[in-house]
Antibody, heavy 117, light 110 residues
Framework: QVQVVQSGGEVKKPGASVTVSCRASGYIFTDYYIHWVRQAPGQGLEWMGWISPNSGGTDYAQKFQGRVTMTRDTSISTAYMELSRLRSDDTGIYYC??????????WGQGTLVTVSS | QLVLTQSPSASASLGASVKLTCTLSSAHSSYAIAWHQQQPGKGPRYLLKVNSDDTHNKGDGIPDRFSGSSSGAERYLTISSLQSEDEADYYCQTWGTLWVFGGGTKLTVL
């Protein structure tokens, strides 16, 4: 079945970088975009950006421009989201989600990133 | 500026129906949106896409109890025959290359 499975939780110090992976299975990886969304504790959903696994093209939310980098490795059907210069308010759950032209989902299970000194 | 507005909370009785609203900023009233459900302690789940022409497209495995509609700048999610597991946060989100989320509506099933 179609799945996107994310990497495990991370604990990072302020100023460090974190990379979260999103491994796809059950479909042709390059046929769908991957979007990244985060959720701070007790808060709503916040869009970070997307990557086209086919072309490698990306688009990032203005808030994260300069700190986020989205990449992919088509040989292993995996997308990556790297966030640098971490701050305490970057603590939260990070999700990837598959998106097509007329459909969305599934969402990944989420990756908890904790930023603490 | 593209903004989606949702009421923070809603409630309805078990077995009843509820209609949640997502309002687009006036300059973006023709946009399609998506609805996502997030049950307590879980990740989001895509429910359906609502188009400006009042049609909707559901995700795989989404029960028929969930439907979408639109009127002007408003996009709706209707849940009929409410069940206890429908108690969740519901988020609307713009459809396209630039995503914006509404603030979410917390639905309580009484």
């Amino acid at each position: 079945q179609v799945q996107v499975v994310q990497s495990g939780g991370e604990v990072k110090k302020p100023g460090a970088s974190v990379t979260v992976s999103c491994r796809a299975s059950g479909y042709i990886f390059t046929d769908y975009y991957i979007h990244w969304v985060r959720q701070a504790p007790g808060q709503g959903l916040e869009w970070m950006g997307w990557i086209s696994p086919n072309s490698g093209g990306t688009d990032y939310a203005q808030k994260f421009q300069g700190r986020v980098t989205m990449t992919r490795d088509t040989s292993i059907s995996t997308a990556y989201m790297e966030l640098s210069r971490l701050r305490s308010d970057d603590t939260g759950i990070y999700y990837c989600v598959r998106v097509g032209s007329g459909t969305c989902g599934p969402w990944g299970q989420g990756t908890l990133v904790t930023v603490s000194s | 500026q593209l903004v989606l507005t949702q009421s923070p909370s809603a409630s309805a009785s078990l077995g009843a129906s509820v209609k949640l609203t997502c309002t687009l900023s006036s300059a973006h009233s023709s946009y399609a949106i998506a609805w996502h459900q997030q049950q307590p302690g879980k990740g989001p789940r895509y429910l359906l896409k609502v188009n400006s022409d009042d049609t909707h497209n559901k995700g795989d495995g989404i029960p028929d109890r969930f439907s979408g509609s639109s009127s002007g700048a408003e996009r709706y999610l209707t849940i009929s025959s409410l069940q206890s597991e429908d108690e969740a946060d519901y988020y609307c989100q713009t459809w396209g290359t630039l995503w914006v989320f509404g603030g979410g509506t917390k639905l309580t099933v009484l």
